[in-house]
């Protein structure tokens, strides 16, 4: 049944009016074609959810108004309640004006005032997004009566290591933002009214597009936005950054019509040229180099991790890369088979100690490690080794060894059109090889690391645990297969002669 309350804004739509008005129209008027969150916005809401149910902890004893979706009346019956009882409130529920909003926390103090507390699963103050948020809520709270003292961020702490059971003083700081929301505030209702004529248009604002894009957040509109743009783009040009917005407001959309007189970079000069002559670009002697470096046996590796607001496993920190798998092929002389072995933790216990364990083992002692972007990887073992120091003196002997083969495609030694400035495994393979992901359930890691806490701390049956595992073995395995095919088409590359 509808309530007689049908409020215009609430604090996420007031959020969406600030970054854009052509969002803000279609929230209101086509929401049907917003695309739903996908699966990796739809992991970060959740995480967010559940730093938000461990931040009641704080202040316990609270009462939560629990009303479904679209239920406003009883929402803001529910917390008039409530507010009689002088405890804390969980999603206390307030109109004022068009707008309304939904506090995370309300906690009662002294003289009848209570303290605002917004919950964040950050590990800071984000300004540009956090203060906004807190000065709408304020700005309803005070218009419907409350007497707010203080307003907080109650946000994550990046210092926190788990020990046990999470202690949620520990865990959370607060931020006390009183100052710069209250000056904020004095803003809000005007910002408001102009919303509401947004709304209240027959067609949406033409706006085009900018860096408001991906600020604080990437817009749900962005393809739909950006779809005028050609496949080669002057934003794909590598590290563009403003120079790409300052090209098409010069009537430039195409990467091959950048005029010879505009400045770029060596890079972006070497993109630029790779795509007017249609072929790649390839520094035969700085690959051959880099080639020979490698020794063998070469050992081609590749991690995938999780990393979760909150600590799964002691001695972890909020958000820290956890390695739980890795893919290891090996070539022990130029012309042996290819060998492969692989480590996919099972069970929900700690996976660093028997993944060290299994590596250790099966790395070999001498030859060359070969990783991409190497930097990820050095890091995870050596954050591996803070926690189990009886491995530092084996990652002495192997971080020497190591060889990034991220660098000949960073420098442009290499680069193809087809990679549209970026030098991502995902875009180098296929550019370089023919071969890629697309045939694969799992095809990059944010998914392997959903996919894997999924199956591994879900409810799941025991026959989509072992589905998952397999597209988990077989997506790590294509890493470091990838990185085998890439040397091998290098080397291909530097004993041809040039045409």
């Known amino acids: 049944m509808p309530t007689s309350y049908q409020p215009s804004l609430s604090k996420s739509t007031f959020l969406m009016g600030r970054q854009c008005s052509k969002l803000l129209w279609f929230r209101y008027n086509a929401k049907d074609q917003i695309p739903a969150p996908d699966q990796s916005q739809q992991a970060v809401f959740d995480q967010g959810h559940e730093v938000g149910e461990l931040a009641k902890q704080l202040f316990p004893h609270g009462i939560e108004i629990d009303t479904k979706p679209g239920e406003f009346d009883a929402a803001l019956r529910l917390t008039q309640d409530a507010l009689k009882q002088r405890r804390p409130i969980y999603e206390a529920t307030f109109a004022f004006g068009s707008g309304y909003a939904r506090a995370d926390i309300l906690v009662p103090v002294a003289g009848g005032a209570w303290d605002l507390v917004e919950v964040k699963s950050t590990t800071s103050l984000k300004e540009e997004v956090h203060l906004p948020d807190i000065a709408f809520?304020?700005?309803?709270?005070?218009?419907?009566?409350?007497?707010?003292r203080k307003c907080f961020l109650a946000h994550i702490n990046s210092e926190f290591v788990r020990q046990g059971p999470i202690d949620p003083q520990k865990f959370f700081t607060l931020e006390d933002v009183t100052k710069p929301v209250s000056a904020m505030t004095r803003e809000i209702e005007e910002q408001i009214d102009a919303m509401?004529?947004?709304?209240?248009?027959?067609?949406?604002?033409?706006?085009?597009?900018?860096?408001?894009?991906?600020?604080?957040?990437?817009?749900?509109?962005?393809?739909?936005?950006?779809?005028?743009?050609?496949?080669?783009?002057?934003?794909?040009?590598?590290?563009?950054?403003?120079k790409c917005f300052s090209l098409l407001q010069q009537g430039i959309q195409k990467l091959a019509d950048i005029p010879a007189n505009v400045t770029l970079t060596d890079n972006q000069s070497i993109q630029r040229?790779?795509?007017?002559?249609?072929?790649?670009?390839?520094?035969?002697?700085?690959?051959?180099?880099f080639l020979s470096q490698l020794e063998y046996p070469v050992s081609y590796l590749d991690f995938e991790t999780i990393g979760t607001a909150i600590p799964l496993f002691d001695g972890a920190k909020p958000y820290q890369q956890l390695p739980f798998q890795y893919s290891l092929h090996i070539q022990k002389s130029a012309n042996s088979k290819l060998e492969h072995v692989s480590y996919l933790a099972d069970g929900p216990a700690d996976p660093r100690p028997e993944f060290m364990r299994q590596l250790r083992n099966e790395l070999p002692d001498t030859g060359s490690v070969v990783t991409y972007n190497a930097s990820f990887e050095n890091s995870r073992l050596k954050e591996c080794c803070e926690l189990l120091p009886e491995f530092k003196p084996w990652l002495r002997k192997v971080t020497p060894r190591v060889v990034d083969l991220l660098l000949p495609f960073r420098g442009f030694r290499?680069?193809?059109?087809?990679?549209?400035?970026?030098?991502?495994?995902?875009?180098?393979?296929?550019?370089?090889?023919?071969?890629?992901?697309?045939?694969?359930?799992?095809?990059?890691?944010?998914?392997?690391?959903?996919?894997?806490?999924?199956?591994?701390?879900?409810d799941v049956t025991a026959a989509e645990r072992r589905r998952v595992r397999r597209d988990l073995e077989e997506y790590c395995a294509l890493d470091t297969l990838g990185m085998v095919q890439i040397v091998e088409r290098l080397k291909e590359l530097i004993t041809k002669e040039p045409a």
């Open 273 to 289: 040229s790779a795509l007017l002559a249609g072929q790649p670009h390839i520094d035969r002697p700085a690959l051959a180099a």
């Open 196 to 242: 509401q004529r947004v709304i209240g248009a027959k067609s949406h604002p033409d706006i085009k597009i900018g860096p408001h894009c991906d600020n604080p957040y990437t817009c749900p509109l962005h393809d739909r936005c950006w779809s005028f743009l050609p496949e080669a783009s002057v934003f794909t040009l590598y590290r563009g950054g403003t």
């Open 137 to 148: 809520q304020a700005f309803v709270l005070t218009g419907a009566g409350i007497k707010l």
């Open 414 to 458: 290499y680069h193809h059109p087809n990679q549209n400035g970026s030098n991502s495994m995902k875009a180098v393979l296929p550019a370089l090889t023919g071969k890629g992901y697309e045939k694969l359930t799992i095809q990059e890691g944010g998914a392997a690391s959903r996919e894997f806490l999924r199956v591994t701390f879900g």
